[in-house]
C-alpha cells in the first residue's frame, strides 16, 4: 500500500510512525508511507498558505492553490489517484469498518488542515471527508496518524498473527473478550476456569459469552446495529437474565 500525506508539519509523523506495526509494515516494504509539505508548493513570496475568509470572521483558512499543487505533483509521481481523504470534522466519523474499507485501498493520500478551516474549494479534489470524532484537534495531523495506524494494521502480512485483528474489539461489531496470561493466580485474581482446562470449543463459547457481555455492560449501543446470531440472542438473554 501507498499512502501520502499532506501536511504543514510532516515532521509529527516521524515518531508515530516510524515505532511498532507502522513502523515494521514500512521496513518490510508493505507500505510506501511519503510526507509531503504543501507550504513548498505555494506561490506566495512569504510562503503563507492561508489568509483571511471572504466575508469576514474568525480565524484564517488555507488556501487552495498550495493543497491542489501538492497534490497534483503527489498524484503525478505516483501515477496514481487513490482515495483522497480530508481531515474535517464534517467528515464522516471514523471507526473500525472505515479501516477495513481503506485497507483495500492501493493508495491512499490524507490532506492534514490547520487554522480555522479550508477554502470550499479544497474540498473538490477529495473522495472523502472523514473526521476522528466530535471534537476539535489544532490540525489533522494526529487524526490521520489514527487513521494510518488502524489502517495498516489490517493489511496482510503485517501483523504477527494472523487471528489477531479479525479478533480485536469492534472487528466483529462486539467489544473483545477478557484475556489472561501466567500467572494463572496473581495476588488471590484466578484466571477464569474454563481457560485453562483445554476445551477449545468451551473456550470459544465462553468468549463470545464474554465478548457480548463486556459489549452489554460498556457499549449496548453497538448491539443495536449488529445481527446477531440465534445462539448470541439465547447468549444474551442469560446474560441479561442474570442481573
Known sequence: MKIDVLS????????????????????NNVLDLKLTNFRDFTTDKQNHVDDY?????????????????ALEAVQKESNTKGKV???????????????????????????CGHYEGYDERIRELVTDEVSLGDYILTGGELGAMVMIDATVRLLPEVLGN??????????????EYPQYTRPADFRGMQVPDVLTNGNHKLI??????????????????????IQLSKQQVEWLADIKSEK
Open 8 to 27: 504543514l508539519f510532516p515532521e509529527m509523523f516521524d515518531g508515530p510512525m516510524k515505532q511498532s506495526i507502522v513502523g515494521k509494515a514500512i521496513d
Open 53 to 69: 475568509p471572504y466575508g469576514g470572521g474568525a480565524g484564517m483558512l488555507l488556501q487552495a492553490q498550495p493543497v491542489f499543487d
Open 85 to 111: 481523504i480530508l481531515l474535517d470534522p464534517a467528515g464522516r466519523k471514523f471507526d473500525q469498518k472505515v479501516a477495513e474499507e481503506f485497507a483495500n485501498e492501493e493508495h491512499l493520500t490524507f490532506i
Open 204 to 225: 470459544e463459547e465462553w468468549r463470545q459469552k464474554e465478548s457480548l457481555r463486556r459489549t452489554l455492560e460498556r457499549r449496548p449501543d453497538l448491539l443495536e446495529d
Open 162 to 175: 494472523k487471528e489477531s485483528a479479525p479478533g480485536d474489539s469492534f472487528s466483529n461489531g462486539l467489544l
